[in-house]
């Protein structure tokens, strides 16, 4: 089945940067674009960033261009975003999920917790 | 602000049949199909409905889903107490995802 469980969260004063990373089993993972969506507490969802199968097509969201950078490794299965200069607003849950562009974004991990204050 | 416009909240008594509307614009609801998230307290959103109205394999048939324009609505039929949750509307808008604030279901 499928399974997606990220890590890497925390506590970051603001300013500072965190990597977050998505390990993926139970599919081709190398088949499958792949989204990070986040969920500041007790808000909604905001799509973060997709990057393609094969890494060559990569999006952001205005909230977090320039900031952050998503990247992925097909051998290892891996998904990872790296985000810099955290702000305050960037607080949140932060889910990987498989991106069936053009189909919809079907499976979510549990999310990690990122949490920015000084 | 969400790009998707959802009622925040709804509700309904077990049994009943209620329905969560979703307003979106030519860009993504008028051009791209639907998907539909529920969201457990506590959990991970988990897909409901994709492609406006189709259900992934272990979705009860009391969930139904439908686009028309710029809007799309999900209904919810024969309520019940497991139920309550918080759904969110999703659509591709050119070249990324948008998503609905979310609709708390209270079921009374």
């Known amino acids: 089945q499928v399974q997606l469980v990220e890590s890497g969260g925390g506590l970051v004063k603001p300013g500072g940067s965190l990597r977050l990373s998505c390990a993926a089993s139970?599919?081709?993972?190398?088949?499958?674009?792949m989204s990070w969506i986040r969920q500041a507490p007790g808000k909604g969802l905001e799509w973060v960033s997709y990057i393609s199968s094969s890494g060559s097509t990569i999006y952001y969201a205005d909230s977090v261009k320039g900031r952050f950078t998503i990247s992925r490794d097909n051998a290892k299965n891996s998904l990872y975003l790296q985000m810099n200069s955290l702000r305050a607003e960037d607080t949140a849950v932060y889910y990987c999920?498989?991106?069936?562009?053009?189909?919809?974004?079907?499976?979510w991990g549990q999310g990690t917790l990122v949490t920015v204050s000084s | 602000q969400s790009v998707l416009t959802q009622p925040p909240s709804a509700s309904g008594t077990p049994g009943q049949r209620v329905t969560i509307s979703c307003s979106g614009s030519?860009?993504?609801?008028?051009?791209?199909?639907v998907n539909w998230y529920q969201q457990l307290p506590g959990t991970a959103p988990k897909l409901l409905i994709y492609s406006n109205n189709q259900r992934p394999s272990g979705v009860p048939d009391r969930f139904s889903g439908s686009k028309s324009g710029t809007s799309a609505s999900l209904a919810i039929s024969g309520l019940q107490s497991e139920d309550e949750a918080d759904y969110y509307c999703a659509a591709w808008d050119d070249s990324f995802w948008v998503f609905g604030g979310g609709t708390k279901l209270t079921v009374l």
């Open positions: 999920a498989r991106d069936g562009a053009p189909g919809p974004i079907d499976y």
């Open positions: 139970g599919f081709t993972f190398s088949d499958y674009y």
């Open positions: 030519s860009s993504n609801i008028g051009s791209n199909t």
